[in-house]
């Protein structure tokens, strides 16, 4: 069973930056997208980003501008979040899809406070 292991959460102070990364934990074959999604107390899941096999990515409209995803040659995705705002504390999960399944990670706790 491959796992998606989540890693970059924390705490940090609003205007802050964090990096997170998912990192299969075995080869993810026919992978066709991989994304981001997050999970604030009380809220439901939520899209955060999502990039293509072919590099396309697109973005929730309150990212605005100040995420970035990406993926690399060994098929990890990062999120690269710049200034963040409390709004964005959430439980953060990344999502592969492939043309047969949906992988989730375990999460990771993002929190912006001061």
């Known amino acids: 069973q491959v796992t998606l292991v989540e890693s970059g959460g924390g705490l940090v102070q609003p205007g802050g930056s964090l990096r997170l990364s998912c990192v299969p934990s075995e080869t993810i074959r026919n992978i066709r997208a991989m994304g981001w999604f997050r999970q604030a107390p009380g809220k439901e899941r939520e899209f955060v980003a999502q990039i293509s096999s072919v590099g396309v990515s697109n973005y929730a409209d309150f990212v605005r501008g100040r995420f970035t995803i990406s993926k690399d040659s060994a098929k990890n995705t990062h999120l690269q979040m710049n200034a963040l705002e409390p709004e964005d504390t959430a439980v953060y999960y990344c999502?592969?899809?492939?043309?047969?399944?949906?992988?989730w990670g375990q999460g990771i706790q993002v929190t912006v406070s001061s």
């Open positions: 999502n592969y899809r492939t043309y047969s399944n949906e992988l």
